[in-house]
């Protein structure tokens, strides 16, 4: 089965860091771009972060970069995000999101990790 | 950048209808626009890509069509578990979303 599965949201305090991973099973992980997609609580959906099936090209939106890093470890089938300098408004549902090939559509998605940040 | 909107925001309808929703890019995105639909508590699902693509597995009373700035989504006879909220998507950006329920 293709399977995309979040870890490690939690809370934390404003300021602090957070590393988020994203396990991937059932398809070929190396060959997939990758994105993280975030949702705060009530809102709508907001792309955060991009990268290539090798790794060598990355995005992110302009509300984190500089804070966050994405990371993929095509070894491991894992995606990663390195979240630093948290502040309250990073506070939301954070989903691991494949591209499908060509078309810019995430095919598959992860079932989300919650993050919250407050003191 | 290019900004995503859709139209309407919210809408109440009957098991039986026919609804249509509309996203409108504020320039040219060729055919590059994704639909989804997303329940409360759960992930966003791929139901249209490239404008017009039933993603496998999505019942065929969904479609869509459009090119350039104006695409629709069609869902010709809603179904109780259609409603949900609709977003488009194109590149980096999601459209705001359409709240689709029961009236």
């Given amino acids: 089965e293709v399977q995309l599965v979040e870890s490690g949201g939690g809370l934390v305090q404003p300021g602090g860091s957070l590393r988020l991973s994203c396990a991937a099973s059932g398809f070929t992980f190396s060959s997939y771009e990758m994105n993280w997609v975030r949702q705060a609580p009530g809102k709508g959906l907001e792309w955060i972060s991009y990268i290539t099936s090798s790794g060598t090209t990355i995005y992110y939106a302009d509300s984190v970069r500089g804070r966050f890093t994405i990371s993929k470890d095509n070894a491991k089938n894992s995606l990663y995000l390195q979240m630093s300098s948290l502040r309250a408004e990073d506070t939301a549902v954070y989903y691991c999101a494949r591209e499908r090939t060509a078309f810019g559509a995430f095919d598959i998605w992860g079932q989300g990790t919650m993050v919250t940040v407050s003191s | ?103």
């Fill in chain 2, 1 to 103: 950048d290019i900004q995503m909107t859709q139209s309407p925001s919210s809408l109440s309808a009957s098991v039986g209808d026919r609804v249509t929703i509309t996203c409108r890019a504020s320039q040219s995105i060729t055919s590059y626009l994704n639909w989804y639909q997303q329940k409360p508590g759960k992930a966003p699902k791929l139901v249209i890509y490239a404008a017009s693509n039933l993603q496998s597995g999505v019942p065929s009373r969904f479609s869509g069509s459009g090119s350039g700035t104006d695409f629709t989504l069609t869902i010709s006879s809603l179904q109780p578990e259609d409603f949900a909220t609709y977003y488009c998507q194109q590149g980096f950006t999601f459209g705001p979303g359409t709240k689709v329920d029961i009236k």
